[in-house]
C-alpha cells in the first residue's frame, strides 16, 4: 500500500474514533442500527414474496414511494402498518422485547 494511502486510514481511524466518544453516539448508532435492521427486513420480506414496490403498495393500497420510504427507513410505521406489510408479502410480524 502506498504511504499516502496508509496516512488517509490512519487519519479515519483517528477520526472515527474520536467520532463515537461523542455524547450520545452509542445512542444514536443504536437507533439507527434498529431501523436499518427494520428496513433490511421489510425490503427482504418483498422480495422473497418476488413483489415490486409497486405491486406491495398497490395491495396496501399505497403508493410506491411509501414502500419506498419505509424499506429505506425514513418512515415511522405503525405496527398495524408493519402487520398489513408481513401478510402482503405472506408473512407474520413478530415483535420481541429483550433485554
Do not use: W
Amino acid at each position: 500500500m502506498s504511504k499516502k494511502f496508509d496516512a488517509a486510514s490512519r487519519d479515519a481511524e483517528n477520526f472515527f474514533s474520536e467520532v463515537e466518544k461523542r455524547p450520545g453516539y452509542a445512542e444514536h448508532s443504536a437507533a439507527f442500527d434498529r431501523e436499518y435492521a427494520i428496513a433490511m427486513a421489510l425490503h427482504e420480506a418483498r422480495e422473497r414474496a418476488k413483489l415490486s414496490q409497486k405491486e406491495l403498495a398497490k395491495l396496501l393500497r399505497t403508493t410506491q414511494s411509501v414502500i419506498s420510504r419505509m424499506e429505506s427507513g425514513k418512515a415511522n410505521i405503525s405496527i398495524a402498518k408493519l402487520q398489513e406489510y408481513a401478510a402482503a408479502c405472506g408473512g407474520t410480524l413478530e415483535v420481541k422485547i429483550a433485554f
